[in-house]
């Protein structure tokens, strides 16, 4: 069900559904634009075919399993390119597929890498639950031992789910139900618990162990869900991975990247742009690595495209005086949609529905933007800016692509200044 | 709709500017189904009293709760403002609360062992972007200076890449609705302005008529033209000239048997400008004959003025006892004639001997006095000078937390009472709590600061200082070559009057020279 009747012609709408924070099943309501052709779906046909998906839809069980890494910049599209990936190959000839938001699963800022492997079963676990299969296999019962025995954990975990399995807490609940944490692991990993306690120190001392347990598990659990006709394979889709501290991260995919190529079940998982580059120098290789690139603006189809997005939203009519002000939003959108709505956002803030959006609101908005943008760099990273040489793997470099200063394209030696930056420092004679 | 956009373009802009802001703040509150972060950069606190009370006239469907989160060490904003908020607001079930949140940026620094370390309070701001967009049944409204919010872009870009609602505004005359005093003093500084105007002043001068027959009124004009010439160099850190008309303009008061105050500020005026460039004997002299043409007169309105300016003297002659000596005759003087707007420049240098004399309590009180008399009189101009030593007080006694806030109150005083001149040193010490620590990058970058303040506001007599600083970071980092080239600047910025600070450079150049050819 969607929220609004789109396009909105409301300013208040138009302004709600511009936010970067508006939340709406784009599939189902119908904003989503396929960008397949002007990003190149080259990158999805591969991924597809890393996870055996033949260009005819056919499922083949892949030879190992694949740990895909994809990232791109912050607002590129990537939440909504894996949201897409998981409602395309979460079919039974294909993938049982779980889809993990770190950042709504867990309270990023007391993330810990060990976190990471608790979350993945408790996950598994929920949605296999939901599809009707809760087998207690052995495996699982010695990560219940390993994590649960303390009585501490026990009452904590009892007290944090009784409302869920609506059982006699008294009475003692079994292994397997502390697996059903689900939604409460946010609240008992978030604080100082002893279960946040026991989980990590549990994890840390036994990572390989617990990872063949849960291989184990995976194995067992793999059959089920083929005999169940649920899927040909587990594939567990993670995204937001790349908001958690960096230090934190680089343990998870770089330090003990070994742990995590070592699970036997086929992962894509969101990456850092600026990790991502770190990633490609470790010596211990995923299986393949992608960007989603930003969408390059001079192209009429791509813009047609980004017009497509806005327009699904908004009603152009009532908003923008003509094509040429849409179309100088997408220009100094860069190609990247979160900038291309936060333009559109304070453009309409600027109107407010008493004048249609025109190229001098359009300029002010971007002068705006321009400025804050300018103010969060100083004379060295200029100097960078200037020269034009964006060595990806150089500290700085990956600095502003994280901050959206410089954005990536497709192909090689394609890191380019954001536009409203670059005209921006054009103005004042910086450049 | 109509179809225009104008920008404003008159010379109300920054007027305009404000108030349009307020129509998009407006905009942006109302009719709102799902709870926001807004933030909004304010530069003084007044304006933010004005922002605040015209936003709560113009979105009255909300009620407004502040929090003022300065006196917490706020490391979660979100845990934090889920502990300090009323039960009605967490547990309102729409959106019928705005809260204003200030003071946020004063949790970005904590102390560990006596360090200031960032406290990653901005790096959980970037990890809590989802509970604080979407979570509250209230929209947030966070306050704050425009650094904070640069450095939230810098340090959370997460977060920052979902804020569409960042208002910013400017000074403008509503601001200046809350008066603050009037300056006494015109900002010395090199400008362009004051050249332009010491070109015209001087060529007035050569045009003046030699054989006028009315030489009293031709030696008047030529009187008045020395006089302002001479406070124009003094002004412009051009001692020799300064000096120069000074003495031509004594000469020709003097000829002309000109007595009383204009002949007195003339001495007056040349004793502060022997005392700025350290020609203190000279001072003294014309200070004290000041004084005795003063109480000869019978002027005494200007005695507790001249006994603070004869305790600077002393002061800067590192005579303890006879600068306190006068500047408690200044006090007394101050006291008789109802002059409690003077009482915090006095105070305050009180304040500054006990604190060259390492007494750090005595220190604080005076400063502490100083600042309630310039508060309680009006004169918030010299705020920011008190702040910055009090800053001086706690870096000596290495509590850099403490240091590096009052730094900080120096800066944003200096900011509000347009003391831009000023901020320079401050940015300067706070380079120097940073190199201190070690903290070599940060040093670097409040040097940086302090070198682009004091270029911009004519302060170039004082590079040298941060131009040395920069140079012994640079030294030990062992880069001698970057150490080298930051002393030559520092040597060719510094007056030839300051012998200890050139003295002090051209050892650091032997110093590192040495170490180069070592190293070759």
Known sequence: MSKFNYPVNDPFTARAVTEPTFEEDIFASNLYVNLDKVRGNEYLSDIKFDLGIGDDGSFHLTEEYVKLIFSGHIGSGKTVELKRLHRDLNKQNLYFSVFISIEEELEISRFEPEDFYVLLITKLITQLQEKGISRNTESLKELAKMFFSDSEVKKEISESIKDELAVNVEAGIGFFDFFKIGGSLKNLLAGETKTAKVIREVTRKNLLHLTQLLNDYLSDIRADIQAENLGQDILFIVDGSEKIMFEKYETLFVRDANVLIGINANMIMSVRIDAFYQIEKSPIRFTSRYVVPMIRTDKVENCDALCEIITKRIDFDTFFENKETLEKCIFYSGGCIRQLFRIVNVAIRKTRGKSKINIAVVEAVVDEIGNTLRESIDKSYIKILKEGDFEPAEAKVKEMLYGLLLLKYNGKSSIKMNPILEKYLRNANEL | ?520
Not at chain 2, 131 to 157: E, S, V
Not at chain 2, 238 to 254: M, P
Not at chain 2, 305 to 326: F, S
Not at chain 2, 489 to 504: D, G, H, N, Q, R
Request: glycine share 4%.
């Open chain 2, 1 to 520: 709709m109509k179809n225009t956009y104008e920008m404003p373009t008159n010379f109300e802009l920054e007027k305009a500017y404000n108030e349009n802001l307020l129509d998009e703040i407006q905009f942006t509150l109302q009719d709102r189904k799902e709870p926001t972060l807004v933030m909004i950069s304010v530069p003084t606190y007044d304006l933010q009293v004005k922002v605040l009370a015209k936003l709560k006239e113009r979105v009255p469907q909300y009620q407004f709760y502040d929090i003022d989160l300065t006196p917490f060490q706020v490391i979660s904003l979100h845990q934090t403002l889920q502990e300090k908020l009323p039960k009605s607001i967490i547990e309102s079930e729409r959106i019928t609360y705005c809260v204003n949140v200030f003071g946020l940026e004063n949790s970005r620094l904590s102390s560990e062992d006596g360090q200031i370390v960032d406290s990653g309070m901005i790096a959980q701001l970037n990890f809590e972007r989802e509970i604080i967009f979407r979570k509250p049944n209230y929209i947030t409204i966070l306050w704050g200076d425009h650094d904070f919010f640069i450095q939230l872009q810098r340090k959370a870009p997460d977060l920052w890449s979902w804020v569409t609602n960042f208002f910013v505004f400017k000074e403008d005359e509503i601001h200046q609705e809350k008066e603050l005093s009037p300056q006494p003093h015109e900002v010395p500084a090199k400008l362009p302005v004051r050249e332009e105007y010491i070109k015209s002043l001087k060529d007035k001068l050569e045009h003046l008529p030699l054989n006028d027959t009315d030489k009293g009124r031709a030696m008047r004009e030529r009187l008045n033209l020395y006089s302002l010439l001479a406070d124009e160099y003094a002004k412009y850190f051009d001692y020799e000239n300064a000096k120069k008309y000074y003495e031509n303009a004594i000469g020709i008061t003097e000829k002309l048997n000109i007595r009383g105050n204009s002949y007195n500020k003339l001495l007056f005026d040349y004793g502060t400008l022997s005392l700025d460039f350290r020609k203190f004997d000279n001072a003294l002299t014309l200070y004290k004959k000041v004084l005795k043409n003063d109480i000869q007169e019978n002027t005494m309105i200007n005695i507790g003025g001249i006994y603070h300016q004869i305790g600077m003297v002393y002061e800067n002659q590192r005579n303890w006892d006879k600068a306190l000596e006068n500047y408690q005759k200044a006090i007394n003087w101050k006291e008789r004639n109802g002059q409690e707007e003077r009482f915090g420049a006095t105070y305050h240098h009180i304040g500054r001997v006990y604190e060259e004399q390492r007494n750090w309590d005595k220190a604080l009180e005076n400063y502490q006095k100083a600042i309630y008399w310039k508060e309680i009189t009006g004169q918030e101009y010299e705020l920011g000078a008190t702040y910055h030593h009090i800053g001086i007080v706690y870096e000596e006694q290495k509590n850099w937390i403490k240091a590096f806030k009052n730094y900080q109150k120096a800066i944003n005083w200096k900011k509000q009472t347009g003391r831009e001149y000023q901020l320079g040193s401050s940015y300067h010490h706070i380079g120097r709590v940073y190199e201190e620590q070690k903290n070599w990058n940060k040093a670097l970058e409040n040097y940086e600061m302090a070198i682009h303040w004091k270029e911009k506001t004519g302060q170039e007599y004082r590079l040298g200082g941060t131009y040395h600083q920069i140079g012994r970071v640079y030294e030990e980092q062992n880069n001698e070559s970057l150490a080298l080239d930051n002393f030559e600047k520092a040597l060719s910025f510094t007056p030839k009057y300051f012998k200890e600070e050139k003295e002090m450079i051209e050892n650091s150049i032997e110093r590192v020279k040495n170490k180069l050819s070592e190293k070759s």
